[in-house]
């Protein structure tokens, strides 16, 4: 029994047979290509028709690699290096945000945030151009935050956080981050690689909420 619906990725179940019907065609005409094809044409247009956010679509082959491609965005856009993240939020596996994923126990800090790497040997300065930050908590997050503004490109989040038992962010705490990233330039980034079923336009739908850059996922499937 898969309760998580391999983390959100079938929506209409496994095996569903206008799915396999559909996969079972396209074999036929053909299943990689190194530019873009029709069928990417008409799912970019209803991602863009349906996500608030969203002008323009960039497909990648995974989660990890929308995000990786939007931080490195972020600080082309904004010629600063460092970006922010939450404790225990999961983007993805490469190297910059595999930080503070699963801290160990011992090494949270109940009085301060701690950007902890997650793998052995991770280089410093991966560590070092991480912010990271207090879930669900707006007045540590300014602090944090304006006090690193000159330095930070962005910051992302999920407004659902998955990594921790799916927890969704309060309406009050998106919506401050929302004011304090645009006062300040800092590119805001929703990770809704799972959030976005929670509506047609995804969490942000939801929360009215407006990011700069969307990363997805998994369910645009």
């Not at 705490?173 to 590119?187: A, H, N, Q």
Request: aromatic residues 8%; hydrophobic residues 40%.
């Amino acid at each position: 029994l898969d309760f998580m619906i391999n983390a959100t990725t079938y929506i209409v179940g496994h095996a569903n047979p206008a799915v396999i019907q559909a996969v079972k065609d396209q074999v036929d005409k053909g299943l990689s290509y190194s530019a873009p094809t029709e069928s990417q044409v008409r799912l970019a247009k209803l991602i863009v028709d349906r996500v608030p956010s969203v002008d323009k679509v960039r497909f990648t082959n995974s989660g990890t690699e929308g995000t990786l491609n939007a931080i490195r965005m972020a600080r082309t856009y904004t010629g600063k290096t460092k970006f922010a993240k939450f404790e225990g939020g999961y983007h993805g596996n490469h190297e910059f945000v595999s930080v503070s994923v699963y801290t160990p126990l011992d090494k949270l800090d109940p009085d301060r945030t701690t950007a902890v790497p997650e793998w052995p040997h991770q280089p410093q300065s991966v560590v070092e151009d991480v912010i990271v930050l207090p879930y669900n908590d707006m007045d540590r997050c300014e602090e944090i935050v304006r006090r690193h503004e000159h330095e930070l490109a962005a910051v992302i989040m999920e407004p659902v956080a998955s990594n921790f038992g799916y927890i969704p962010a309060k309406p009050d705490f998106v919506k401050g981050m929302r004011e304090l990233t645009k006062e300040l330039g800092i590119i805001l980034i929703f990770d809704e690689v799972q959030s976005f079923r929670l509506a047609q336009g995804g969490a942000q739908e939801m929360f009215g909420v407006i990011p700069d850059v969307t990363t997805f996922g998994k369910i645009i499937g």
